[in-house]
């Protein structure tokens, strides 16, 4: 069963905006991974976050990791239009490299 | 690098036939693949996990018999959607483990399964 919680499920903003995007979770992890899957698409691997790190960046993107709180956030800095597509957080709970996956949140970038 | 393949990207079958997927790590050897359907605007949820040269291991409530998976060789998975019924109208997408110890699965395009 989905384990993760995403909020908020969706978000629509304009250009040059920020985006966040939050991700709850219920039991202990080793790490917690975000995708991005455009529109009918596979899934693109945008950063994964062990639970002894608190914060990671890659380019616009920053994550940080609350494993007190069990939960974490994306958040997209100065986004685009190509930034639309749904965002899954994704937890390796499942235990033998399973990912548990979070039920998304779906950004709209407005030109 | 890092990179898989899913065949087809769609298909269309009438009530009762049989689907395979195809699912290729193109540049590396994946000893464990994995398997997931998404209905849509929700979440991915794990079918199976496919380890070369066993026998997949299935998720709670999805039927073996009906969702067959053949890890055959290091690049290769299948799934074969067997008696295929509109309620198996779906979108399949695999991933990839790149070796052992490593955690990031990479995912392929994904296939659009529609049964009329």
């Known amino acids: 069963s989905q384990q993760g919680e995403e909020d908020p499920q969706a978000l629509s903003i304009q250009e040059g905006e920020n985006a966040t995007m939050n991700c709850s979770y219920k039991?202990?992890?080793?790490?917690l991974q975000w995708y991005r899957q455009n529109s009918g698409r596979g899934l693109v691997h945008l950063i994964l976050?062990?639970?002894?790190?608190r914060e990671k960046h890659s380019g616009r993107l920053r994550v940080t990791l609350d494993t007190s709180k069990k939960s974490s956030s994306l958040l997209i800095t100065a986004s685009r239009a190509a930034d639309t597509a749904s965002y899954f957080c994704a937890t390796d709970a499942g235990g033998y490299n399973k990912l548990i996956f979070g039920a998304g949140t779906r950004l709209a970038v407005h030109p | 690098g890092a990179v898989v393949s899913q065949h087809p990207s769609w298909v269309i079958c009438k009530s009762g036939t049989s689907v395979k997927i195809e699912c290729r790590s193109l540049?590396?050897?994946?000893?464990?693949m994995f398997w997931y359907r998404q209905f849509p605007k929700q979440s991915l949820m794990l079918m199976a996990t496919?380890?070369?040269?066993?026998?997949?291991?299935?998720e709670q409530g999805v039927e073996k018999d009906k969702f067959l998976i053949n890890h055959a060789s290091l690049t290769l998975s299948t799934l074969t959607v067997t008696s295929a019924h509109p309620e198996d109208s779906s979108f399949y997408i695999c991933?990839?483990?790149?070796?052992?110890?490593?955690?990031?699965?990479?995912f392929g395009p994904g296939t659009r399964l529609t049964v009329l």
């Open positions: 991933s990839a483990l790149t070796g052992a110890g490593t955690d990031t699965q990479y």
């Open positions: 976050i062990r639970s002894n790190e």
């Open positions: 496919s380890n070369e040269g066993s026998k997949a291991t299935y």
């Open positions: 039991t202990s992890i080793n790490n």
């Open positions: 540049d590396f050897q994946a000893t464990t």
